[in-house]
């Protein structure tokens, strides 16, 4: 129903900085919530950033707290990552997703998203 897709993942140097992006298809986008997971080689996906439908409420997991930040243009149907200070232990796959709802608050939980992208792989090196 809807379409995401990631990008600007790659590899870079501990402490550097990258920027993610997720372009996502659909009129409606402007009222979706969406969010940033990540999935390290041997563990569960996790929970790294969310915003609500108008970017309002934020949220972000506790270990990127500070160095991450999360933002959405809805005039161009975008959801970015801007990642700063990366340690390697930030290497995974990145995937962003969206959900329906317009909800106030922005949420975490991994169940509540209805659709996923196919992940970009974001690697830091010591």
């Known amino acids: 129903q809807v379409q995401v897709v990631e990008s600007g993942g790659g590899l870079v140097q501990a402490g550097g900085s990258l920027r993610l992006a997720c372009a996502a298809s659909g009129a409606t986008f402007s009222k979706y919530g969406m969010g940033w997971f990540r999935q390290a080689p041997g563990k569960e996906r996790e929970f790294v950033a969310a915003?609500?439908?108008?970017?309002?409420?934020?949220h972000y997991a506790d270990s990127v707290k500070g160095r991450f930040t999360i933002s959405r243009d809805n005039a161009k149907n975008t959801l970015y990552l801007q990642m700063s200070s990366l340690k390697p232990e930030d290497t995974a796959v990145y995937y962003c997703?969206?959900?329906?709802?317009?909800?106030?608050?922005?949420?975490?939980?991994?169940?509540?998203?209805?659709?996923w992208g196919q992940g970009t792989q974001v690697t830091v090196s010591s």
């Open positions: 915003s609500n439908w108008n970017g309002n409420s934020i």
């Open positions: 997703a969206a959900q329906r709802l317009n909800l106030a608050i922005a949420i975490a939980t991994i169940e509540s998203y209805d659709y």
